[in-house]
């Protein structure tokens, strides 16, 4: 079966650190590169990072550049979102998705269920 | 705010057509290929169309999609209930080295 699942979610305060994770399976997971797109309530899609299939390129929404980090590690099948100095506006559910370009940023075949992200003090 | 430009709403009643529109620019649209996502609620976001007219299989031909300079069109025939959704269009900006959304256009079936 192939999916990606997201886990990592929690409530946390602002300034406060969280580690997404988003983990791929039923593929060859190092041939695709990965999104990360989130969704604030009652809100639309908001795009956050890109990182290549091969980990050495990553591209990042203005809203969070210099704040969050992604990252991937090919022995286990997963790619990470470090966010740092979250605020409030950072709340949302969090979406992974897989892109078969490798020529670079291209479209989001397939999505994860998502992990809820709730900064609030 | 979202750098694609598409309306609120659009409803029809079963079986009708309807069209959704997707407003870009050169650096976006006119440069890259767009793709579309329907967002049912409580369900991930799903791919129906990319490279502009592409379908992935699965997805009925009753969707289609089109693009012109940097406008693109998602059409869909013989309306369902089941096509009650939100819909995405998105694309990669090339000036702003990010991938681009639009607003959503909510789709009702009357």
């Known amino acids: 079966q192939v999916e990606l699942v997201e886990s990592g979610g929690d409530v946390v305060q602002p300034g406060r650190s969280l580690r997404l994770s988003c983990t791929g399976s039923?593929?060859?997971?190092?041939?695709?590169?990965i999104h990360w797109v989130r969704q604030a309530p009652g809100k639309g899609l908001e795009w956050v990072a890109f990182i290549s299939y091969a980990g050495g390129i990553q591209y990042y929404a203005d809203s969070v550049k210099g704040r969050f980090l992604i990252s991937r590690d090919k022995s286990k099948n997963t790619v990470y979102l470090q966010m740092n100095s979250l605020r409030p506006e950072d709340t949302g559910v969090y979406s992974c998705?897989?892109?078969?370009?490798?020529?670079?940023?291209?479209?989001?075949?397939?999505w994860g269920q998502g992990t809820l992200v709730t900064v609030s003090s | 705010q979202p750098v694609l430009t598409q309306p609120p709403s659009v409803s029809a009643a079963p079986g009708q057509k309807v069209t959704l529109s997707c407003s870009g620019s050169s650096s976006n649209i006119g440069r890259n290929a767009l793709s579309w996502y329907q967002h049912l609620p409580g369900a991930a976001p799903k791919l129906i169309i990319f490279?502009?007219?592409e379908r992935p299989s699965g997805i009925p031909d009753r969707f289609s999609g089109s693009k012109s300079a940097t406008s693109a069109t998602l059409g869909i025939t013989g309306l369902q209930t089941g096509d009650e959704a939100d819909y995405y269009c998105g694309a990669w900006d090339s000036s702003l080295n990010a991938f681009v959304f639009g607003s959503g256009t909510k789709v009702t079936v009357l």
């Open positions: 998705a897989r892109d078969p370009r490798f020529a670079g940023p291209g479209y989001l075949l397939q």
């Open positions: 490279d502009n007219t």
């Open positions: 039923g593929f060859t997971f190092s041939d695709f590169a």
